[in-house]
């Protein structure tokens, strides 16, 4: 069936190195995904979005790149500090105003 | 946060009873969502919303009903509450873009937890 979800429902990183967070998606007609950040006992925060059309977007200390060939998304955070500990969201906008949201991952950065 | 409050942050009822939910946004959004959030599933939609009185089910939709009578107020009503509804409730709003581009770029608010017992 069709789905959002993640490859690791945990990832434990360095402070300092790169972190790396991947999503698969199965539904080829989706046009826009999103990352969103949420930490303990807070609602979810955009990160970045990136359109079907692109392949890469990069923000502050973030980059987005979208695999449309194998239905792939990763979120990559450079220089992982203690404060990107949360757990990741890609959602995905399979049209009709609504998104689907993956299972999470949590990243742990240590000190 | 789109300014987004949500109302009770916590809450604890019992079984058969109702509760009403309510998402208060103070930016003129036109779109709202509620959303809930369990351990495995991550978020999924109940309903939403696309103006005053303009509302469609999600994906979890059974068991809610929701109320938008005026732009900054979207209410989530649980008729009969039930133990498998006990989740964090999230509320969100989309950011429009000039000219109302619909982004779908949601916002949260910070959530409720509801314990039904």
């Known amino acids: 069936g069709e789905s959002v979800g993640l490859h690791l429902p945990t990832l434990s990183v360095q402070e300092g190195d790169n972190s790396i967070i991947n999503c698969a998606y199965s539904n080829s007609a989706s046009d826009y995904f999103i990352w969103y950040k949420q930490e303990s006992g807070k609602g979810p925060q955009f990160i970045i979005d990136?359109?079907?059309?692109?392949d890469k977007r990069q923000g502050q200390r973030v980059t987005v790149l979208l695999n449309k060939t194998v239905k792939h998304l990763s979120l990559q955070i450079a220089a992982t500090q203690p404060g990107d500990s949360a757990v990741y969201f890609c959602a995905e906008n399979r049209g009709a105003n609504n998104l689907f949201f993956g299972t999470g991952t949590r990243l742990t950065v240590i000190p | 946060d789109a300014g987004i409050t949500q109302s009770p942050r916590h809450k604890v009822t019992e079984t058969g009873t109702p509760v009403t939910l309510r998402c208060h946004q103070t930016?003129?959004?036109?779109?709202m969502y509620w959303y809930r959030q369990d351990p495995g599933h991550g978020l999924r939609l109940i309903h939403y919303?696309?103006?005053?009185?303009?509302?469609d089910k999600g994906e979890v939709s059974d068991g809610y009903s929701v109320s938008r009578s005026k732009t900054e107020d979207f209410l989530l009503t649980l008729e009969s509450a039930t133990s498998s509804q006990t989740s964090v409730y999230f509320c969100a709003a989309d950011r429009e873009g000039s000219g109302g581009t619909h982004y779908n770029e949601q916002f949260f608010g910070p959530g409720t937890r509801l314990t039904v017992l």
């Open positions: 930016e003129n959004h036109r779109y």
């Open positions: 919303s696309y103006g005053v009185k303009d509302t």
């Open positions: 990136i359109r079907s059309n692109m």
